[in-house]
């Protein structure tokens, strides 16, 4: 079975301190991973991916995710908040399963930064 | 270099008059998607197509009516639209690295 679990449905951090967005998964195959973005009135946009290459993923804007296969987490940091990382990340899951491309979105984290 | 482009951007709808949201893409990609996206329930599979030429059913199917017209095109059909699909709607496309998103589509039916 696939799922995905964003444990937080809001985060608010102050500009200048570390990101955690948390984001856990399921899969029944070797899945890969993404994080996207969406800023207010805005489409998605792909921060980063994890295809099965290295566990540490580096993404746009400063953010990065760490593949942790025995906690089946796919966390994405970033050191320092920015004002303009105020959005809305979705966590996403794929894998192959009965021979077709089966993606899974999680339930999204909006992220506040406070001056 | 357009992407995934998407068409309108906003429409408003009354309660049963039907109408076609479109969707195209430049990127020769197989896979192309339609997702609602609806607030505290993340994105929602409508409904995708691998190829040219098929079409699937996703996670809420009901309601809609797709095409895959050719490669590019990939067009989403509500025949009697309900309040119930008041939502933005989100068109993508892949191949095996990740998907790319269209604009969306704020769709209000009153």
């Known amino acids: 079975a696939q799922s995905v679990t964003q444990l937080d449905s809001h985060v608010s951090v102050s500009e200048g301190t570390p990101v955690l967005l948390r984001c856990n998964y399921s899969?029944?195959?070797?899945?890969?991973l993404f994080w996207y973005v969406q800023h207010p009135n805005k489409g998605l946009q792909l921060l980063l991916k994890y295809t099965s290459a290295a566990t540490l993923v580096k993404g746009i804007n400063g953010f990065e995710a760490e593949f942790k296969k025995s906690e089946t987490s796919f966390h994405l940091t970033k050191p320092s908040a920015h004002m303009s990382d105020a959005a809305e990340y979705f966590c996403v899951v794929s894998d192959r399963s009965g021979g077709y491309q089966k993606v899974t979105f999680g339930t999204g984290t909006k992220l506040q930064v406070i001056p | 270099n357009a992407g995934v482009t998407q068409t309108p951007k906003f429409q408003v709808l009354k309660t049963g008059q039907s109408m076609t949201l479109q969707c195209a893409q430049d990127?020769?990609?197989?896979?192309m998607y339609w997702y609602r996206q609806d607030p505290g329930m993340g994105l929602r599979l409508i409904y995708y197509s691998a190829s040219e030429g098929t079409t699937d059913k996703g996670e809420v199917p009901n309601g809609y009516n797709v095409s895959r017209l050719n490669k590019r095109e990939f067009s989403l059909r509500l025949e009697s639209a309900a309040p119930s699909q008041t939502s933005v709607y989100f068109c993508?496309?892949?191949?095996?690295?990740?998907?790319?998103f269209g604009p969306g589509t704020r769709l209000t039916v009153l």
């Open positions: 993508a496309s892949s191949q095996t690295s990740g998907k790319f």
């Open positions: 990127m020769n990609h197989n896979s």
């Open positions: 899969s029944s195959y070797s899945p890969s």
